[in-house]
């Protein structure tokens, strides 16, 4: 008896073992069949996709390659030459990555929403630098200055060595490098030195009251004709300019070349000393003279 009930027992639990396994096999097979089904509907779709992402990709190289060769013949900085291309090249990127999307059935909601988050949470990150690239764009075409051009702003005087999507290199008159933001660049008032190929010096030389005053002016006008770096066009001005407590003042107006301005103010300014000390015409310092009566 016992052994028959073991037996049996034993039956029972093979029996369970087997419809177990056997419902562990009918659901693999029926995800095997949905997966196939589903493959076999969607792999014609995929293979689009890809197709769409192969072709994709290469036109838009040789979109890029054919934009990159119209731009050099277009007077545009090297540097946004670089970054355009790069710009066109991302953005038919991304138009072909939602294309092959939208062929395999993903939503063009969900697509646009994720861009969408992602460009606001980038533009809130990078805000500083985003003023800078815009800066970066408006000095780059709007050409208020180029490489290796002459420029003062905020009382920063330099050469300037290159113009970059976010910074401007600039060399000052002491051999300093300053990179300065493009979006502070931008909004300051630049003064270009270098716009035109000439440039004005203004010199103020003072003499005393009881100075020869024609005769200063003309040692002066004869220094200027004497130095061939000066143009005769636009004229030299040598003039009266005001009257002060202890001395009068003459102002000197000269026209040079841009690469001419600081060696001919030099050049000026010693010659005069000399010649005012040659010929005992006095450059007065403040005074003040007390009579006692």
């Not at 630098?129 to 290796?148: Q, Y």
């Amino acid at each position: 008896m016992e052994t028959t009930a073991i037996t049996q027992e034993t039956t029972e639990v093979t029996y369970a073992a087997v419809e177990a396994i056997q419902e562990q096999v009918d659901k693999a097979s029926g995800f095997v069949d949905k997966m196939s089904d589903y493959l076999s509907r969607a792999l014609p779709l995929m293979i689009i996709a890809v197709i769409i992402l192969v072709l994709g990709i290469f036109l838009s190289k040789l979109i890029s390659k054919i934009f990159a060769r119209t731009l050099r013949n277009a007077n545009i900085d090297g540097t946004a030459k670089n970054f355009l291309v790069s710009l066109v090249r991302i953005s038919l990127y991304v138009i072909v990555i939602i294309m092959a999307l939208s062929v395999i059935n993903v939503p063009m909601s969900s697509i646009i929403t994720i861009f969408g988050a992602a460009g606001l949470a980038v533009s809130l990150a990078l805000q500083n630098c985003l003023s800078n690239i815009c800066g970066g764009f408006i000095l780059l075409f709007s050409k208020l200055f180029s490489a290796g051009d002459m420029i003062e702003f905020d009382g920063t005087v330099g050469k300037v060595e290159s113009i970059g999507i976010l910074y401007t290199k600039i060399s000052t008159l002491d051999n300093k490098t300053v990179f300065v933001p493009n979006g502070k660049v931008s909004d300051a008032k630049i003064i270009n030195y270098t716009e035109s190929p000439t440039r004005r010096i203004d010199l103020c030389f003072d003499i005393s009251y009881s100075a020869d005053y024609q005769r200063a002016r003309d040692i002066i006008l004869e220094l200027i004709d004497k130095n061939n770096k000066i143009l005769k066009n636009p004229a030299p001005v040598v003039r009266m300019s005001a009257h002060k407590e202890s001395s009068v003042s003459i102002d000197v107006l000269v026209w040079v070349n841009n690469n001419d301005f600081y060696n001919v103010r030099y050049d000026v300014i010693e010659a005069v000393k000399s010649e005012f000390d040659g010929n005992n015409i006095e450059i007065p310092f403040n005074q003040l003279d007390v009579h006692l009566k």
